[in-house]
């Protein structure tokens, strides 16, 4: 294209762009006038711009009316109270504790349990008790073969008796023996005692006696059978109490502490509880499992128990207190997770940490006091320093059921 032509062309174009500012652009006049156009000039061009420009401004101010309008409408009809209030529904924030409660499986055992054994070696001759006896210490259980042991002390009652008379006879006749005569019948009646008893107790470990109060177990053995020291008789349970072994985490190694009360429940006894207290605490966290043994006595004075029984124990503490929330009030962001906190009529944005979730209501870690006021619905509207308008229907019920 010819140089003369480009030139015409892009005359056109500049002259169609000011015409276009002229008409189209408000206040097109004001500027050309700043430009130092002259006034004439100026009302030349420029009336009918701004003649359009007045008609354009006063259809955007009544367009702006009534966009005012529909939003005002439309905000009505989102739940906005008076000056744009979101309406919401709120719950008030209440106290929730955790770790305040521990549940354990333990096995339970006697307060004192003794398998009776034999302090000799012998046959079986006799047995004195039966399965579910109550025996007294010092009872007897069984009796073995005794025939030898009766013998020897028939002979060191002889013995002694030589040794007496023998004695008794130097000591009349000191004059006529020595004094080392004297001596010897003294010592020789003295061996002659020390025989008697050590025959007497043979006879009597003959005799197979309870070490302990308790209750009879199943009877193993028969009459006639030869038994040793080492074969066990019976054994006998002192059940006026138990004692339940149970293991609990170590994170409440600190908070345990001997005489601490304890409920105890069998399973063979569903729905009815035992008291008891924490005897013992051991000292040490076991590596393999990280729990921590305790020992815990239980009464069964009505010897409801046995010893082997599973219980299920459970024990209270004081716990840590936590703000609790109602769950949906929780919300997330790419920072983590808050909550919309509710004072003199506007929102605001509060972080939390989520410390334990419950199916009626979140404990979490943030600086919320009791009362503080949480919105639970309404939350898609919310925003941060918004105003909100707190449902009255609601607000009244706001509370948290905490356990």
Do not use: C
């Amino acid at each position: 294209m010819a140089f003369w032509k480009q030139l015409i062309l892009s005359l056109i174009v500049i002259f169609a762009g000011f015409a276009a500012w002229v008409f189209f652009v408000p206040g097109a006049g004001e500027m050309m006038r700043a430009a130092g156009i002259p006034e004439g000039l100026v009302s030349m061009i420029a009336p009918k711009a701004e003649e359009t420009a007045d008609a354009d401004g006063s259809s955007r101010a009544e367009g702006q009316q009534r966009g005012q309008g529909q939003g005002q409408g439309q905000n009505r009809r989102n739940g906005g109270g008076r000056n744009g209030a979101i309406l919401v529904a709120t719950q008030a924030v209440v106290q929730g504790v955790v770790n305040d409660r521990l549940n354990a499986i333990g096995t339970g055992d006697a307060i004192r349990s003794v398998a009776v054994t034999p302090q000799a070696t012998g046959t079986i001759r006799e047995i004195l008790i039966k399965s579910g006896d109550m025996v007294k210490a010092g009872q007897v259980l069984a009796k073995l073969d005794s025939e030898e042991q009766v013998i020897a002390r028939g002979q060191a009652d002889v013995a002694v008796r030589a040794a007496v008379e023998k004695s008794n006879l130097y000591h009349n006749i000191k004059s006529s023996v020595s004094r080392m005569d004297v001596f010897d019948s003294e010592i020789a009646e003295q061996g002659a005692r020390l025989q008697l008893q050590a025959a007497e107790l043979n006879l009597a470990r003959r005799n197979i006696t309870a070490p302990i109060d308790g209750i009879v177990g199943i009877v193993p053995v028969n009459i006639g059978d030869n038994v040793t020291t080492t074969t066990p008789i019976v054994t006998l349970d002192d059940r006026s109490e138990i004692l339940v072994d149970f293991w609990v985490p170590e994170r409440f190694a600190n908070t345990v502490k001997v005489g601490q009360p304890v409920d105890a429940m069998s399973v063979a006894r569903p729905g009815q509880v035992f008291s008891g207290a924490i005897e013992a605490v051991d000292n040490r966290i076991d590596a393999a499992s990280r729990t921590l043994r305790l020992r815990a006595r239980i009464d069964n004075s009505s010897d409801e128990l046995r010893a082997g029984m599973s219980f299920n124990v459970s024990m209270k503490f004081p716990g840590d207190k936590y703000p609790a929330v109602d769950p949906q009030s929780v919300q997330w962001d790419s920072q983590g997770s808050f909550v919309w906190l509710v004072t003199d009529d506007k929102s605001h944005k509060v972080r939390v940490s989520v410390v334990q979730r419950n199916p009626d209501f979140v404990l979490v870690n943030a600086d919320l006091k009791d009362g503080d006021k949480i919105v639970t619905q309404g939350l898609q509207r919310v925003r941060e320093g918004g105003a909100v308008r707190v449902s009255a229907d609601v607000a009244a019920n706001g509370e948290v059921a905490t356990q």
